[in-house]
C-alpha cells in the first residue's frame, strides 16, 4: 500500500527544513566540504575519460590532483601576486581620479557643479573618502575570506575531502541510488540528471566563457598600456559570470582609467573603447550560444535573485551553494509546472477513476473441469475413509 501524499509531503519538507538548518547552523564548518564536493563534482568527468583510455580510478585521481596542485601553485605564484598588487594600487588612485573628474566637470559644465553645491560637495565627499572606505571594504573582505577558508581548511581539508570524494564518486552515486525511495525513484532520476545537465552545462561552460575573456581582457589592455588593465581585465571577466555585468563595470572602471591617464590621447581610449566591445561581441555572438547555449536553464535575473537570496541568508556558504540550489529550483519549478498543467486543478476536469483489475477466465477443454472435480471427489472420499480406518485402530487397541 502506497504511503499517503500528504505523508510524503511532510517528510519531504521535514528533509528541506533539516538542510536549511544545517546551513545556517553549520555553513562555516561544513563549507570546506561543500567546496572539496564541488570540486570532485567539476572533476568527475575528467577521472570518467581517463578511466576510458585505460587509467585506473586510482590513478587517474592521482593525475587529476598532480595536475591541479602544479596549476594552482602557479595560479598563486605567477596571477594573484599581480592582482593584488594592481587591486591595491586602483583602490589608492581611485580618489585622485575622483578629484580629476571633479574639476574637468567644474572647468567645463560649471553649471552642473556649483561652487559648495550639493552635487559638488558629494563627489568632493565620495573622493576623500574612496579610498579610506574601499580600503576597509577590502580588509573585511580578505578577512572574511581568511576566516572562513582558513590556512587549514584551504591547504589541507579541500583538497583531501576533494580527492576522497572523487575516489568513490561513481559508487557514492550508485549507493545513493540504491537507497531512493521505489515509487519516486524514476522521478528522482529524471529531476536528478536535469539538475545535472543545468548545473554541469552552465558552470563548465560559464568558466570556459570566462578563461577566454580573461585572458582576451587582460593580455589586450596590458599590451595597450592601460594601468591596472590585468586586474581589470580579470575583474571584468569573472563578472560576467552574470551576462552584461562584467562588461559594464570592467568597461566602465577600464575607460575611466584611460580617461584619467590618457587624456589628450584619444587613440589610447579609443582602443580601450575597442577592447571591451570586441569582447562583448564574441562573447555575445559566438561564446554564449555555442559554449553555454541551450545547456542551461538559468537566466540572469534568476541568478541574481539566488545569489542576493541566499547570501543574505547563509553569507558566503550562501554564494557557494546560490548556482547549484538555483539549478536545482529551476528544474523543480518546471516539474512542479508539468504536473500542474496535468491536474485537475488546471484542467477543470476530474481525473479519471483507476481501472478495476481483470477478471481472469481460464479456457479448458470440454469436459477437463468435470474430471477434475470428480477427481477431488475421490481424494476427499479416500481421505475421509483413512480417517475413519485410523480411528477404528485406536479404538481397538484400546
Request: no cysteine; aromatic share 8%.
Amino acid at each position: 500500500m502506497s504511503v499517503p501524499v500528504r505523508k510524503q509531503a511532510i517528510w519531504w519538507g521535514v528533509a528541506a527544513l533539516a538542510l536549511f538548518l544545517a546551513m545556517w547552523l553549520l555553513g562555516q564548518a561544513i563549507l570546506p566540504f561543500l567546496l572539496g564536493a564541488g570540486i570532485a563534482y567539476m572533476l568527475d568527468p575528467i577521472a570518467d575519460r581517463l578511466q576510458r583510455i585505460g587509467l585506473s580510478r586510482t590513478m587517474s585521481v592521482v593525475v587529476i590532483t598532480a595536475g591541479a596542485v602544479l596549476l594552482l601553485a602557479a595560479v598563486f605564484l605567477l596571477i594573484v601576486p599581480v592582482l593584488l598588487r594592481q587591486a591595491a594600487s586602483l583602490i589608492e588612485t581611485a580618489p585622485q581620479m575622483l578629484d580629476q573628474a571633479r574639476a574637468f566637470v567644474s572647468a567645463h559644465f560649471p553649471e552642473l557643479v556649483p561652487e559648495g553645491g550639493t552635487i559638488g560637495s558629494a563627489i568632493s565627499d565620495l573622493g576623500k573618502s574612496m579610498g579610506e572606505q574601499l580600503g576597509k571594504v577590502a580588509g573585511t573582505l580578505l578577512g572574511s575570506v581568511r576566516g572562513v577558508f582558513g590556512v587549514l581548511a584551504l591547504l589541507v581539508i579541500v583538497p583531501v575531502v576533494t580527492f576522497y570524494l572523487l575516489l568513490d564518486w561513481d559508487r557514492m552515486v550508485t549507493r545513493i541510488d540504491g537507497l531512493l525511495p521505489r515509487e519516486h525513484a524514476p522521478s528522482i532520476r529524471r529531476l536528478a540528471g536535469e539538475i545535472d545537465d543545468a548545473l554541469s552545462g552552465f558552470l563548465r561552460g560559464q568558466g570556459l566563457v570566462i578563461l577566454i575573456l580573461g585572458t582576451w581582457y587582460s593580455i589586450a589592455l596590458a599590451l595597450v598600456g592601460l594601468p591596472f588593465g590585468f586586474f581589470i581585465g580579470i575583474m571584468a571577466a569573472v563578472l560576467s559570470f552574470v551576462p552584461y555585468v562584467g562588461v559594464l563595470v570592467g568597461g566602465a572602471t577600464a575607460i575611466g582609467v584611460a580617461l584619467f591617464n590618457f587624456w589628450g590621447e584619444p587613440l589610447w581610449i579609443g582602443a580601450v573603447v575597442v577592447i571591451f566591445a570586441i569582447g562583448q561581441i564574441v562573447e555575445g555572438n559566438y561564446l554564449q550560444p555555442k559554449i553555454v547555449g541551450g545547456h542551461v536553464g538559468l537566466h540572469p535575473v534568476w541568478l541574481l535573485l539566488a545569489l542576493s537570496v541566499f547570501g543574505a541568508l547563509f553569507g558566503f556558504v550562501g554564494l557557494v551553494l546560490a548556482v547549484p540550489l538555483a539549478a536545482a529550483v529551476g528544474v523543480l519549478a518546471r516539474f512542479l509546472t508539468e504536473r500542474y498543467l496535468e491536474s485537475p486543478l488546471y484542467t477543470g476536469q476530474a481525473a479519471p477513476p483507476e481501472p478495476e483489475l481483470p477478471l481472469r477466465v481460464e479456457l479448458a477443454p470440454r469436459g477437463s473441469l468435470k474430471a477434475e472435480l470428480h477427481a477431488a471427489y475421490l481424494r476427499e472420499e479416500a481421505e475421509e475413509i483413512a480417517i475413519l480406518e485410523h480411528q477404528d485402530d485406536k479404538t481397538e487397541k484400546g
